[in-house]
Each structure stands twice: as structure tokens, then as C-alpha cells.
């Protein structure tokens, strides 16, 4: 530590991001060059999950520690006061251990003024619909960075980052309109820069650096765009169960969960999704610059992850909220501050089954913070500081999402994954070891009946007391209703 000061702690969280789309994770195409260089100096976690793969339940696990039956938001929903349901936070319990706490970009919370314990919120969520039909469309209020857009040299008074039309869950492509360093992605940075020219020097801080990309638009600087239109073909994964999920299918739609889209268009939303990878990274290595020129680096415990993944047309799926693993699995870099490991860490990567929330008690831990018991999330930080190994970690993981009017339910242990469906009864089954991409689904294969057993009476436990009634005389049932709040949240929030 410097002059036994608790470190600093930044928590950068890019949106939609895939797990498996780093370079450092072998991906065939995106390069990431910043982001390998930070896990080279700490913890890539190799199986890490957003256990409610959309927005604002992830959030609600990252910035809380828990897990979605305790905070009760199993699907996506806008509207809900969080400041009610969720007390005690992450950025809350860096504010009272005495740390100057601060958010720049996406928070995606209601209010969306709320600030959940940081001392100051600056505000990008990207494109959010009922936030724009609350406010009438008047976005300065809710929208940090269109208000300084505004006042930009050469932009109009009522500029803002939809002028060229590419929709926030659309697959249409096209580079960004206006000068890159007017870009969302480079205003996160530049604000941050700012917040490290004017932080209070005798307090350690708490950043949460939230970038909104790669969520679409896929609206990255043309650079970042050309290079991967001109790069090698990607294309999207297909399996043997393709098809299963056809009556919710809409081919051709540009902003489709589930459809066929032509070639062309599904190489440019690739190009467009990777450039905007490229671009973040490059970001966050001007943003780590900036640390270093304000002589923070050698103090500072930085971790990366993103709310969920992004299907970008495997098995035919765009997206997120399915249990699949471009949707549910999530890159996590843990990178401890050298100075407070005793030199440079040892690279590794670790198979530990991690969650978003584990990201709560895994830096409360690393900074030296009494953890509160309101977190039921599991600390990542003995793995990071090597003192314990994969296996003290936890053995299950459940998720879920209410999608396309029902719950889709899964549970994983690493190796296998089971997939359920409460309305349409599917039932899936896949090695993520030998099958990474599930392409294979092992449901109906005899040689895999004890793993399907196994999983399911795993599900059948974590379900066994759910409100909904998943499981009656010890048997999944479907056809119950679903509400993406659970009763105990939706109680806390009427009698707010």
C-alpha cells in the first residue's frame, strides 16, 4: 500500500461483451491487446457467468452481491426504485469504509439519478426507452453525456448519439456519425481523466467505469469498423438442436431474437460488434495511462467484466437472456495492485465458477473491507492472490431469465450445462468441455443420462421453494406463470 492507504479499486464493465471474445481467450478474430496485457498481470477467469444475462438484473448482482432470488429481479424490467429494494451496495460500502466513490457511463437504475452510494453519478445508459418516454425525450436530465455534447464546438443543440438512426438492439452497422473523440466510448474515458484531475488526493477512490459498448449501435469510429470487415469470416455456430425454439422465430428482423439473417448482414454486425470491442480496449488502455500519470497504478486493484454476452446470430439467436454460453458467459479480469502483491503477479487463468456477484466481495476483500452480510456472493480474492486454488470456489451455478414468456432455467458445474424451459418444456443438455460452442445437445443420449440426472435434480433443489411453483412432488412443472419480479421484491416496492 502507499503510505498504508487502502487501494484504489476501479471496476470497468463494458456492456454485452462476450466472455469468449478476448485474444487472450483464443477468439479467431478480436484482438484485444489492452485487455490480454491486463490479465497477463493478473486472473482471467475462464468460466464466468451473468447468472441473469440482460441489463438490469445483472446490475442488480454486480452492485448488490447477490444472487437474483435474493434480489428478486429474474428478468428485464424497467422501472423498478432500486434505492428501495437494494440498501446496502457495492459503492455504499466503499463510501462509509472512506472512499471517494464515483460512476461514469451506464448504470441503468431507477431512478436514473440514483446513486446507490457513489458521491456523484455521470450518466451514459445508451439508448433506454422508458427513460426517454418518462422524460419526454428532454435527455439532459437523465443523460450527463448529451448534455456536454451539446455544448461541444461544431454540434447543434439538440445533437445527441441516435442522429444516424442504428436502433440499441439492431443488427444494422455502420460507422459513428460525428468526430471520434465526441463518441460515447471516448467521453467514458475523457470523464474519467477528469475525475482523476479533481478526486480528493487524501481518500482512496472507488471507480466504476462503465462503458455502454459493445451494446448496439453498432456504431464504432470507421477504423475500428474496416478492420474487421476486412478480416478472415466468423461465422456464427449452429447445432443439432437448431430449431427448437422456432415458435419464437422472426426471420429477416434487424432487431430479431431468434430468425435467419442474409450473410452479409450478419458479417457486418460481427465487424461492427468486434470494432466496438476494439475501440473499448483501446480506451481502457488511455484510460490506464491516465492512471499512471496520476502516480495511482502501482496502488490500484482493477477488474473488467461485462453484465452478459451477446448470441451475434449462433444457433440462429441474437442477444441476450438465454442460458447459452454467448448470452450467459461474461470475461472477468481481476488485475491486484503489483505494489500490494509484492511485485508483479504470476499469470494465470482460472476455471473457478465465478458470477457477478462475486464481484462485490471479491473487491471488498481485496481492499480490506469487512464484507456485510447482506452479500451472498463468494470472494474471488484468495484465487487472485494465490492463496487458495479453483476448487475452493463453487460447485453449482444457477441462472435464469423470464424470456420469450416463460423462465429459462439452467444450471452448470463447469463441465456440464442443463438448459430448461417452463412453457415450452425444453430440456438441454451439453459438455462445455468437449462441446464448448453446444452444439450437441446430450438430452436424448444414453451415455450422458447420469450427467442429465445429476443436472436436473440440481435444478429441481434450487427451484424447490420458488414462489412460482417450478416444482411440485419433486418434478419440474411448466405452464406456471412467470413475472421477471419475484414477490418479495414486488412487496418491497408497493408498499414503497
Same mark, same amino acid.
Given at each position: 500500500?502507499?503510505?498504508?492507504? *487502502?487501494?484504489?479499486?476501479?471496476?470497468?464493465?463494458?456492456?454485452?461483451?462476450?466472455?469468449?471474445?478476448?485474444?487472450?481467450?483464443?477468439?479467431?478474430?478480436?484482438?484485444?491487446?489492452?485487455?490480454?496485457?491486463?490479465?497477463?498481470?493478473?486472473?482471467?477467469?475462464?468460466?464466468?457467468?451473468?447468472?441473469? +444475462?440482460?441489463?438490469?438484473?445483472?446490475?442488480?448482482?454486480?452492485?448488490?452481491?447477490?444472487?437474483?432470488?435474493?434480489?428478486?429481479? !429474474?428478468?428485464?424490467?424497467?422501472?423498478?426504485?432500486?434505492?428501495?429494494?437494494?440498501?446496502?451496495?457495492?459503492?455504499? !460500502?466503499? *463510501?462509509?469504509?472512506? &472512499?471517494?466513490?464515483?460512476?461514469?457511463?451506464?448504470?441503468?437504475?431507477? +431512478?436514473?439519478?440514483?446513486?446507490?452510494?457513489?458521491?456523484?453519478?455521470?450518466?451514459?445508459?445508451?439508448?433506454?426507452?422508458?427513460?426517454?418516454?418518462?422524460? @419526454?425525450?428532454?435527455?439532459?436530465?437523465?443523460?450527463? &453525456?448529451?448534455?456536454?455534447?451539446?455544448?461541444?464546438?461544431?454540434?447543434?443543440?439538440?445533437?445527441?448519439?441516435?442522429?444516424?438512426?442504428?436502433?440499441?438492439?439492431?443488427?444494422?452497422?455502420?460507422?459513428?456519425?460525428?468526430?471520434?473523440?465526441?463518441?460515447?466510448?471516448?467521453?467514458?474515458?475523457?470523464?474519467? @481523466?477528469?475525475?482523476?484531475?479533481?478526486?480528493?488526493?487524501?481518500?482512496?477512490?472507488?471507480?466504476?467505469?462503465?462503458?455502454?459498448?459493445?451494446?448496439?449501435?453498432? %456504431?464504432?469510429?470507421?477504423?475500428? =469498423?474496416?478492420?474487421?470487415?476486412?478480416?478472415?469470416?466468423?461465422? +456464427?455456430? *449452429?447445432?443439432?438442436?437448431?430449431?427448437?425454439?422456432?415458435?419464437? *422465430?422472426? %426471420?429477416? @428482423?434487424?432487431?430479431?431474437?431468434?430468425?435467419?439473417?442474409?450473410?452479409?448482414?450478419?458479417?457486418?454486425?460481427?465487424?461492427?460488434? &468486434?470494432?466496438?470491442?476494439?475501440?473499448?480496449?483501446?480506451?481502457?488502455?488511455?484510460?490506464?495511462? =491516465?492512471?499512471?500519470?496520476?502516480?495511482?497504478?502501482?496502488?490500484?486493484?482493477?477488474?473488467?467484466?461485462?453484465?452478459?454476452?451477446?448470441?451475434?446470430?449462433?444457433?440462429?439467436?441474437?442477444?441476450?437472456?438465454?442460458?447459452?454460453?454467448?448470452?450467459?458467459?461474461?470475461?472477468?479480469?481481476?488485475?491486484?495492485? +503489483?505494489?500490494?502483491?509484492?511485485?508483479?503477479?504470476?499469470?494465470?487463468?482460472?476455471?473457478?465458477?465465478?458470477?457477478?456477484?462475486?464481484?462485490?466481495?471479491?473487491?471488498?476483500?481485496?481492499?480490506?473491507?469487512?464484507?456485510?452480510?447482506?452479500?451472498?456472493?463468494?470472494?474471488?480474492?484468495?484465487?487472485?492472490?494465490?492463496?487458495?486454488?479453483?476448487?475452493?470456489?463453487? %460447485?453449482?451455478?444457477?441462472?435464469?431469465?423470464?424470456?420469450?414468456?416463460?423462465? =429459462?432455467?439452467?444450471?452448470?458445474?463447469?463441465?456440464?450445462?442443463? !438448459?430448461?424451459?417452463?412453457?415450452?418444456?425444453?430440456?438441454?443438455?451439453?459438455?462445455?468441455?468437449?462441446?464448448?460452442?453446444?452444439?450437441?445437445?446430450?438430452?436424448?443420449?444414453?451415455?450422458?443420462?447420469?450427467?442429465?440426472?445429476?443436472?436436473?435434480?440440481?435444478?429441481?433443489?434450487?427451484?424447490?421453494?420458488?414462489?412460482?411453483?417450478?416444482?411440485?412432488?419433486?418434478?419440474?412443472?411448466?405452464?406456471?406463470?412467470?413475472?421477471?419480479?419475484?414477490?418479495?421484491?414486488?412487496?418491497? =416496492?408497493?408498499?414503497?
Amino acid at each position: 500500500m502507499t503510505g498504508g492507504r *487502502r487501494p484504489n479499486v476501479v471496476l470497468i464493465v463494458a456492456d454485452q461483451w462476450r466472455g469468449d471474445a478476448l485474444s487472450a481467450a483464443g477468439h479467431p478474430v478480436v484482438r484485444t491487446p489492452v485487455l490480454d496485457e491486463l490479465a497477463a498481470r493478473g486472473v482471467r477467469f475462464d468460466r464466468a457467468y451473468s447468472a441473469t +444475462p440482460t441489463c438490469v438484473p445483472a446490475r442488480a448482482a454486480l452492485l448488490t452481491g447477490q444472487s437474483q432470488e435474493r434480489h428478486g429481479l !429474474v428478468g428485464y424490467v424497467e422501472g423498478v426504485d432500486c434505492t428501495l429494494a437494494q440498501p446496502v451496495t457495492l459503492p455504499g !460500502v466503499f *463510501r462509509d469504509a472512506g &472512499y471517494q466513490t464515483q460512476a461514469i457511463g451506464k448504470m441503468h437504475v431507477w +431512478p436514473q439519478r440514483a446513486r446507490l452510494g457513489f458521491d456523484d453519478v455521470q450518466l451514459h445508459d445508451g439508448f433506454l426507452h422508458h427513460a426517454r418516454r418518462e422524460h @419526454g425525450g428532454h435527455l439532459e436530465p437523465i443523460d450527463d &453525456y448529451v448534455h456536454w455534447l451539446r455544448r461541444q464546438p461544431g454540434v447543434s443543440a439538440d445533437e445527441e448519439y441516435f442522429d444516424h438512426g442504428a436502433g440499441c438492439n439492431s443488427v444494422v452497422t455502420r460507422p459513428w456519425d460525428k468526430a471520434e473523440h465526441l463518441h460515447p466510448t471516448n467521453w467514458v474515458t475523457s470523464t474519467a @481523466g477528469r475525475f482523476l484531475e479533481r478526486r480528493d488526493p487524501t481518500q482512496p477512490f472507488f471507480l466504476y467505469l462503465s462503458y455502454h459498448r459493445p451494446h448496439p449501435p453498432y %456504431d464504432p469510429p470507421a477504423w475500428a =469498423l474496416e478492420q474487421y470487415l476486412a478480416a478472415e469470416p466468423h461465422a +456464427p455456430v *449452429r447445432g443439432d438442436w437448431n430449431g427448437v425454439w422456432d415458435a419464437h *422465430r422472426n %426471420d429477416g @428482423g434487424h432487431q430479431t431474437s431468434l430468425g435467419d439473417m442474409p450473410d452479409d448482414v450478419i458479417r457486418r454486425a460481427r465487424a461492427g460488434y &468486434y470494432g466496438a470491442m476494439a475501440h473499448v480496449d483501446l480506451q481502457i488502455g488511455r484510460f490506464l495511462e =491516465l492512471l499512471a500519470q496520476a502516480g495511482e497504478a502501482e496502488n490500484t486493484v482493477v477488474l473488467f467484466t461485462s453484465d452478459h454476452g451477446e448470441m451475434l446470430g449462433d444457433h440462429d439467436i441474437y442477444r441476450k437472456a438465454v442460458p447459452y454460453e454467448g448470452s450467459a458467459r461474461v470475461p472477468l479480469i481481476v488485475a491486484d495492485a +503489483p505494489a500490494r502483491a509484492g511485485g508483479a503477479a504470476t499469470k494465470r487463468v482460472s476455471s473457478a465458477l465465478g458470477e457477478l456477484r462475486d464481484v462485490m466481495p471479491t473487491l471488498l476483500e481485496l481492499a480490506g473491507i469487512e464484507v456485510p452480510d447482506t452479500v451472498d456472493g463468494a470472494s474471488l480474492a484468495s484465487i487472485v492472490t494465490g492463496t487458495a486454488d479453483d476448487t475452493a470456489h463453487r %460447485d453449482w451455478l444457477h441462472g435464469e431469465h423470464v424470456y420469450w414468456g416463460q423462465s =429459462l432455467q439452467w444450471v452448470t458445474d463447469g463441465r456440464y450445462k442443463y !438448459v430448461w424451459a417452463s412453457g415450452d418444456g425444453v430440456e438441454q443438455l451439453f459438455d462445455l468441455v468437449e462441446d464448448p460452442d453446444e452444439t450437441t445437445d446430450l438430452s436424448r443420449d444414453e451415455s450422458a443420462r447420469d450427467a442429465l440426472l445429476r443436472c436436473r435434480a440440481q435444478l429441481i433443489a434450487a427451484l424447490q421453494d420458488r414462489p412460482e411453483g417450478f416444482v411440485r412432488d419433486g418434478m419440474l412443472q411448466t405452464g406456471v406463470a412467470v413475472s421477471a419480479v419475484l414477490p418479495h421484491l414486488r412487496e418491497v =416496492l408497493d408498499a414503497g
